[in-house]
């Protein structure tokens, strides 16, 4: 099986999670996108969601497909949230924000009652780190924001590139305008003292450590799919 179809493995195991009249949370990523497609097929069928999507990108193909789509405002409160994620850890903490859509993906998912990441075996790891994690950060006072983190870090024994992420000509924007600087440590040896320390630095918007926040995960592998429970 390739990775595609990992993908749609997993994201037609979610699938089943969902139930007619949810509030659903939808997230972003290649295999969200596998997700929002199935979606798309049994609502066409006469299913019913509302869904909130976290990202723009995300509410395009929901809207092409026919999915309800509601703000967050609209509805504030969400049953389950399916997202995909660039590491998993056996605790469920997550690294999120490869695809840039951390931040509402970290609002959306915190605003559901649960959630269920979707992946392929390549995202279960020991420890979080090897895969860079994404730090979004206001574009205002960029430098003093980047020595922050580097100060920060240091103090947790964590080291590595803090590198601005960009896209065609200039640096990457997200939904909300603000950059991503991709801070490749390597390994992270507390996810959640790492995530305290950092939220506690005024440039910095969110990062893309998920911390019980997870309640599930669905990882597919070519010798089938198995289910990790936080
Ligand atoms: C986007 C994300 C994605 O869920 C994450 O990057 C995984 O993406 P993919 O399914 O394409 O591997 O966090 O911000």
Do not use: W
């Amino acid at each position: 099986m390739d990775a595609r179809q990992l993908k749609i493995k997993a994201a037609e195991t979610a699938l089943g999670y969902v139930e007619d009249g949810m509030r659903l949370g939808i997230g972003t990523g290649s295999t969200a996108r596998e997700f929002i497609a199935l979606l798309g097929e049994k609502v066409a069928n006469g299913f019913s969601v509302t869904g909130v999507p976290t990202s723009e990108a995300t509410a395009r193909q929901c809207l092409e497909l026919g999915i309800e789509v509601k703000s967050l405002d609209e509805s504030p409160e969400l049953d389950l949230t399916i997202d995909g994620a660039d590491e998993i850890d056996p605790a469920l903490s997550l690294i999120k924000g490869g695809g840039g859509a951390l931040l509402r993906e970290k609002i959306v998912a915190s605003a559901s009652k649960s959630m269920i990441v979707i992946a392929d075996e390549t995202k279960v790891v020991d420890q979080l780190g090897a895969f860079p994690l994404p730090i979004e950060v206001m574009p205002f006072g960029l430098g003093a924001t980047r020595l922050a983190i580097e100060k920060t870090v240091s103090r947790l024994n964590i080291s590595g590139a803090l590198e601005l992420r960009h896209s065609g000509d200039g640096p990457f924007m997200t939904d909300g305008g603000h950059y991503i600087l991709d801070a490749s440590f390597g390994r992270i040896p507390d996810a959640e003292a790492l995530s305290v320390a950092l939220n506690m630095i005024p440039g910095v918007v969110e990062h893309g450590l998920f911390i019980d926040i997870a309640t599930l995960a669905i990882v597919a592998s070519g010798g089938g799919v198995r289910t990790l429970k936080a």
